[in-house]
């Protein structure tokens, strides 16, 4: 009997998030989206604005018969770098920033127990916001499934590529 949940995370660009996800089997949808924010009905031009508070996100469907939140976690945490604030490498704002929505008490507490145990991994303070989810908004439909439609787009080939390479090599036996 499969265990539908859902979980949402943000960590820079939403397009590699959204990228390596769609190779998790047991993950049964994904959707890059806004959250975090007030601003209702966000589009991508307000959120580049940096004044929605929104964050890029992806919501996973996902059987937790099949892969569980805990590593869903650790794949969330390999896919960026939980230290930069309001940043992921070249991408600024706290559009970008790296935060977990958590849907029940349970994923809350695992957030914090993987934070942390990750501490120690890392030479400055993990800054991960854990929030409890809000409004989730879809983004524009040529937002979902971005890297594997446009793979020779400039920033899918040198940003996203490489993290999706190195993503299958460690997460292989989770992969469809």
């Not at 976690?73 to 896919?79: D, E, G, T, V």
């Not at 303070?125 to 524009?140: K, M, N, R």
């Amino acid at each position: 009997m499969s265990k539908t949940q859902l979980a949402t995370f943000g960590g820079g660009c939403f397009w590699c998030i959204d990228a390596a996800f769609r190779k998790v089997r047991g993950i049964h949808q994904v959707t890059s989206g806004y959250s975090g924010g007030e601003t209702l009905e966000p589009t991508y031009k307000d959120i580049c604005t940096g004044m929605t508070g929104h964050a890029e996100v992806v919501q996973l469907e996902f059987d937790s018969n099949e892969v569980s939140f805990e590593t869903l976690l650790s794949m969330f945490f390999a896919l960026h770098d939980p230290t930069q604030l309001n940043r992921q490498g070249n991408d600024v704002g706290t559009q970008y920033r790296s935060v977990i929505f958590y849907h029940c008490d349970e994923q809350k507490a695992q957030a914090e127990q993987i934070i942390t145990e990750l501490k120690g991994n890392y030479s400055e303070p993990i800054v991960t916001e854990i929030s409890a989810i809000g409004p989730f908004y879809d983004a524009e439909r040529y937002h979902q499934d971005y890297f594997n439609e446009n793979p020779n787009q400039g920033y899918c080939s040198i940003m996203i590529a490489p993290k999706i390479a190195k993503f299958e090599q460690r997460f292989s036996d989770y992969l469809l």
